[in-house]
């Protein structure tokens, strides 16, 4: 909280957040992203965020990239991506059928 309040002191237009969420409890977590849907939303600042915790981090943006190896795989909308079937699976933990029905470890993502 402090290193985005140091940030807004220079009126940016764009704030660079890495991992905001990084080491912190699930209530801090949950209030710092409200802080940052906030400022996007009132001030105008533009937040480019990196972060690991995808449903957080879909929930918050408004556009989001998939990155794996360095590269980008997917882009697109935020509410758009959280309907994608690869992004409910390998990044928010959700699946339509059984635990045992398939291995999942084999199961190759669609845009490789």
Excluded: H
């Excluded at 402090?2 to 699930?26: F, K, N, Q």
């Excluded at 915790?53 to 795989?73: F, K, S, W």
Aim: hydrophobic share 40%; net charge positive; charged share 30%.
């Amino acid at each position: 909280m402090l290193a985005i309040s140091r940030a807004l002191m220079a009126a940016p237009d764009l704030i660079l957040l890495d991992e905001p969420s990084l080491g912190l409890s699930p209530k801090l977590t949950k209030e710092i992203f409200e802080i940052v849907v906030r400022i996007n939303r009132e001030r105008g600042t533009t937040m480019l965020l990196v972060e690991q915790n995808a449903n957080m981090a879909l929930n918050a943006a408004d556009y989001g990239y998939v990155l794996e190896n360095g590269r980008i795989v997917m882009e697109d909308t935020c509410a758009r991506l959280r309907e994608k079937d690869d992004i409910k699976e390998f990044y928010l933990g959700m699946k339509e059928t059984g635990a045992r029905e398939g291995q999942r470890w084999k199961k190759k993502k669609t845009w490789r």
